[in-house]
């Protein structure tokens, strides 16, 4: 949440532009993926899961996307975090390895 700390702070840094760069996209793939868990919980879960026979499959379709899903993609999260503290903190430029290539588009 801290990725516009780097990128306003010191504008000339490239490095520290790079790694705000990467936690900005990083970051907004998490937001972007729990709007899209809600949505669909929302529909499987509250919606489809009202339906009288179907609605057992629906409710544990959206209970596995929510919890063992969300749970994975959020310990993925945490653990990249921590990989690109350290990175940053030894002075190294890391890619995070699908994420990188978005960072790049982003204006200078």
Do not use: E
């Amino acid at each position: 949440m801290l990725f516009f700390l780097p990128m306003f702070v010191n504008k000339a840094d490239t490095f520290a532009r790079f790694h705000g760069k990467q936690s900005m996209v990083v970051q907004a793939a998490l937001v972007l993926f729990w709007c899209a868990v809600w949505m669909l919980d929302f529909v499987l879960g509250r919606v489809l899961g009202n339906m009288l026979i179907l609605g057992f499959v629906f409710k544990a379709m959206a209970w596995l996307l929510h919890y063992p899903v969300g749970l994975l993609v959020s310990l993925a999260y945490v653990v990249v975090a921590v990989l690109g503290i350290v990175q940053s903190l030894a002075g190294r430029y890391w890619r995070v390895p699908v994420v990188g290539a978005y960072s790049d588009r982003l204006a200078p």
